[in-house]
Structure formats: structure tokens, C-alpha cells
């Protein structure tokens, strides 16, 4: 089972660069690197944690620059989003954006998508929070038109429209992995089963009740049971844990790292190294 890592990656803590380098130079599979574009000060919307919202949320590094920088410097380390809020973006500039990285990458992406939870920070990107579901899919057939390997275009909707282009580069694989975050239930994992590659649960809880439900929907879509991912994000280890996604049949686990300076990043770098 590959272990990969995520943290809050902010103007405070270890840079991208540095930590790229020890995460390979370890033997580490992957970063992964949520994005917030901002946390408006008057928010009504809850920390889903419950408490009050970590100073880093509304610190966070573009995800994306620092994603490339950590691709400069590295030649196996995975990258990923965990996650993407695809409704708070334009999606042609996100598609040009992704198919960049994953072309320099030599295709190291992955793109892990997320509905958010924040109102008042989608409201500002002019979302429509009841809309923001179904305003992702229409965003990620958008983006798959724009990486088709001949001119396609679409029109969704919701609006979202791109004209039959010619768009370089093209992701590695003709598209990146795509993994989709959120809490169990039939509607996500129909949405799984319908435009992903696997489903990216937050801790891990319920895998086991969870999985089998997933399944049936995966395979009810006429999905190969083999190609199904599951890839449990920002887990705290232990090695009963570990061993549990495994025999579920995990090909991946995230671990999470505190968004610290680099000697408690370090530090905590070395004490995950015993799960490699």
C-alpha cells in the first residue's frame, strides 16, 4: 500500500521545495494539497470539525503553484489536490492549468475533487450553494472536453460552454486520476461510478459498511471492479489502522502532517517512515 501525505501547506510553515525533497528522498508515494482561495471574516458556515476554524485555512498556498514547484524538484514523487473546489474555478484556465502540470510531471497528477463547505467563500465566486454539486460535474465534462484528443465541444447546464478547440498540452494519460471526496451515500457514489476513478474519503470512518455499497453502484455502472480506487485522506496512522485499509484493499492511503515549520514537519516525516 502506497502512503502518500497532505498538510495545510502555508506562509508560515515548511516550504514546497523542501518538502518535496524529503518526502522522495524517504520513499514517500505522494503530497497532496487542499486549496481554500479565501475565508471570509463574517461566516456563518461552521468548521465541520466544530471549534473554530485553524488560523491555516485562510493561509493556504495556491495549490496548484505549489504543486509545480514540487514537481521541479522531484522525479516519483505523486501530487495531488485533496481537493480541487472545481465550482469556485473557471474551468477552461483550470483544465490548461492541470494538463500543464501533469504534462511536466511526466504524470504525477492527480486531481481530487471536492464540493467545499464554506457558503460565504463560494458565494463570493458567484456559486449558487444548492447549485455547487451538479455545477462540479458540469465543470469536470467541460475540462474532459477541452483534454479529448480531438476538438470537442460542450455545453453544459449550467451555462459552462467551450467551443471545439485546439488545447496543448494534454494531460499524460489522455487525463489525470480523478478521485472524488465526500461523505458516503448513494448520490456521491453514483457520482463516483458515473466520472471518477475512486472515491477519496476524509479519515477513512465507516470503510467497511461503506465499501460494499460503493461497489454495487461501481459495478452497476458498468465500471471494471478492478479499476475502483479507494484512497483514504488525511488519516492519522496507527498500524491496526494501516492494516485495515489494506485488507479493504486500499492501493493508497494520505497521512496527514501538522502545518508546522520544518523541524515538526520533519520530525513527523521520521516518525511516519516506520508505515513505508
Same mark, same amino acid.
Given at each position: ?95 490548461? @492549468? ?52 480531438? !476538438? ?16 496543448? !498540452? ?61 484512497? !483514504? ?22 497521512? @496527514? ?20
Amino acid at each position: 500500500m502506497r502512503i502518500s501525505t497532505t498538510i495545510f501547506l502555508t506562509d508560515e510553515t515548511i516550504t514546497p521545495v523542501r518538502l518535496a525533497r524529503e518526502l522522495e528522498e524517504r520513499g514517500f508515494a505522494g503530497l497532496y494539497l487542499p486549496e481554500h482561495t479565501h475565508i471570509p471574516v463574517e461566516r456563518a458556515t461552521p468548521y465541520p470539525a466544530g471549534g473554530e476554524l485553524p488560523r491555516e485555512y485562510a493561509r493556504l498556498l495556491d495549490p496548484y503553484v505549489a504543486l509545480g514547484q514540487a514537481a521541479a524538484v522531484t522525479e516519483r514523487l505523486g501530487l495531488g489536490t485533496g481537493v480541487t473546489l472545481l465550482a469556485e474555478h473557471d474551468p477552461i484556465a483550470l483544465a490548461k @492549468q492541470i494538463a500543464t502540470l501533469d504534462h511536466l510531471s511526466g504524470g504525477r497528477f492527480t486531481l481530487g475533487l471536492g464540493y467545499g463547505w464554506n457558503r460565504e467563500e463560494a458565494a463570493d465566486h458567484g456559486v449558487d450553494w444548492s447549485t455547487r454539486r451538479g455545477l462540479t460535474h458540469d465543470r469536470l465534462a467541460l475540462m474532459r472536453a477541452l483534454w479529448a484528443p480531438e !476538438p470537442t465541444a460542450y455545453e453544459a447546464a449550467s451555462g459552462d460552454s467551450v467551443r471545439a478547440s485546439e488545447v496543448w !498540452p494534454k494531460p499524460a494519460g489522455g487525463a489525470p486520476r480523478i478521485l472524488l471526496g465526500g461523505a458516503a451515500g448513494p448520490k456521491l457514489f453514483a457520482r463516483i461510478a458515473e466520472c471518477a476513478d475512486g472515491w477519496m474519503p476524509i479519515g477513512g470512518r465507516g470503510l467497511t459498511e461503506s465499501l460494499p455499497v460503493l461497489r454495487a453502484a461501481w459495478e452497476a455502472a458498468g465500471r471494471d471492479p478492478k479499476a475502483l480506487r479507494l484512497v !483514504p485522506y488525511a488519516v492519522l496512522p496507527n498500524p491496526g489502522k494501516l492494516a485495515h485499509y489494506a485488507e479493504l484493499g486500499c492501493e493508497e492511503v494520505v497521512l @496527514q502532517l501538522p502545518p508546522g515549520d520544518e523541524p515538526e514537519v520533519l520530525r513527523t516525516l521520521d516518525a511516519y517512515v516506520r508505515y513505508l
